[in-house]
């Protein structure tokens, strides 16, 4: 599948809290990091989104369940769990979304409460290449919503992981995507 110049990369909070020795580690997080960044370089639009919470966000729980939306406190904004993978390659003045700023609201999709939707559209971006973490939360949210503002949305698999609790979660959420008209690729398939 050949990579058009009106396709954008969406890579979803690839932050050091999510990957393992982080405060909410998605296992395997780090793994896919070598193949983002072998990718990124085919695209003409890059686009970073972060979980960037106030240090009182309203998900924190210092006994979180997680499958009710409370969490260990997480990428709390500026500290170096909420920095992105120190081998993820992001490029100077690099197209970041920061998400999940409000205290009282959580926010899992990247369209949420940011400006992304519209300055895709300015872009005349047709086609969003979604990868990152974690599948059953944020990619997930980011990808149907994505569907939902007139994008065609396709989930590059191998290169997303997921939280998975309860597990098959992560399953579950491909399954979820797809049903919902996400088109499931492998990297491997971008040309
Ligand atoms: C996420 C749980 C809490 C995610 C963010 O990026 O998937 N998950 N906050
Ligand atoms: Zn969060």
């Known amino acids: ?31 896919i990091v070598p193949g983002i960044n072998r990718i990124m370089p085919k695209f003409a639009h890059t686009v970073f989104t972060r979980d960037w919470h106030p240090a009182t966000h309203c998900s924190f729980s210092k006994s979180p369940t997680y499958t009710d939306g409370s969490w260990p406190a997480h990428c709390v904004e500026g500290r170096p769990g909420a ?26 999709s990247g369209f949420q ?26 990619v997930k949210a980011t990808a149907i919503d994505g569907l939902e503002r007139g994008f065609e949305v396709l989930l590059i698999e191998d290169l997303c992981r997921a939280v ?3 597990p098959g979660s992560g399953v579950a959420a491909i399954e979820e995507m797809r049903h919902e008209g996400v088109r499931i690729i492998a990297s491997g398939e971008l040309e």
């Open 1 to 31: 599948m050949k990579v058009k110049s009106d396709d954008a990369l969406l890579i979803v909070d690839l932050q050091q809290d999510f990957c393992p020795g982080g405060a909410l580690p998605v296992a395997g997080g780090d793994m």
């Open 164 to 166: 998975d609790v309860p």
């Open 83 to 108: 920095m992105f993978h120190p081998d993820l390659h992001v490029p100077a003045g690099a197209w970041i979304v920061s998400k999940a700023t409000d205290p009282n609201r959580e926010a899992y």
């Open 113 to 138: 409460g940011s400006d992304l939707g519209r300055r895709l559209s300015e872009r005349r971006i047709g086609r969003l290449f979604v990868c990152g973490l974690a599948t059953d939360y944020c």
